[in-house]
């Protein structure tokens, strides 16, 4: 059975920061692309940043440029999020997803989560004072 499993969510205070991780069970992350989206109720889900199978490849919103770090060690079959400098705005579950493809698949923009075949439940990340 396939499963992505993500981590490390909670409760941070503006200008705080977070890692967010994703472990795959089931199959082996080496030859899929991975990607964090997030989602607030009521609101689209967006892709903020992907990673390719190798790790040389990522692309990410420009509103998490600069602050946010996606890294996946697949040693370790993991993919991470780094999240600095949280703001309120980026309250909102967040999702790991991975698609079977060895490169880069996008996940920004429009319907950029019809790329990615496989879903994590999510982690709820709250950025309030």
């Known amino acids: 059975?396939?499963?992505?499993?993500?981590?490390?969510?909670g409760l941070v205070q503006?200008?705080?920061s977070l890692r967010l991780s994703c472990a795959a069970f089931g199959f082996?992350?080496?030859?899929?692309a991975l990607a964090w989206f997030r989602q607030v109720p009521g609101k689209e889900r967006e892709g903020i940043s992907c990673i390719s199978g190798s790790g040389a490849a990522t692309i990410y919103l420009n509103s998490v440029k600069g602050r946010f770090t996606i890294?996946?060690?697949?040693?370790k079959n993991t993919v991470y999020l780094q999240m600095n400098s949280l703001k309120p705005e980026?309250?909102?579950v967040y999702y790991c997803a991975a698609?079977?493809?060895?490169?880069?698949?996008?996940?920004?923009?429009?319907?950029?989560?019809?790329?990615?075949?496989?879903?994590g439940q999510g982690t709820q990340v709250t950025v309030s004072s």
């Open 1 to 9: 059975q396939l499963q992505l499993v993500e981590s490390g969510g």
């Open 14 to 16: 503006p200008g705080g």
């Open 28 to 32: 082996t992350l080496d030859d899929y």
């Open 71 to 75: 890294s996946r060690d697949n040693a």
């Open 90 to 92: 980026d309250t909102a």
């Open 99 to 119: 698609d079977r493809n060895p490169g880069l698949s996008i996940c920004t923009g429009p319907d950029g989560g019809g790329n990615y075949n496989y879903w």
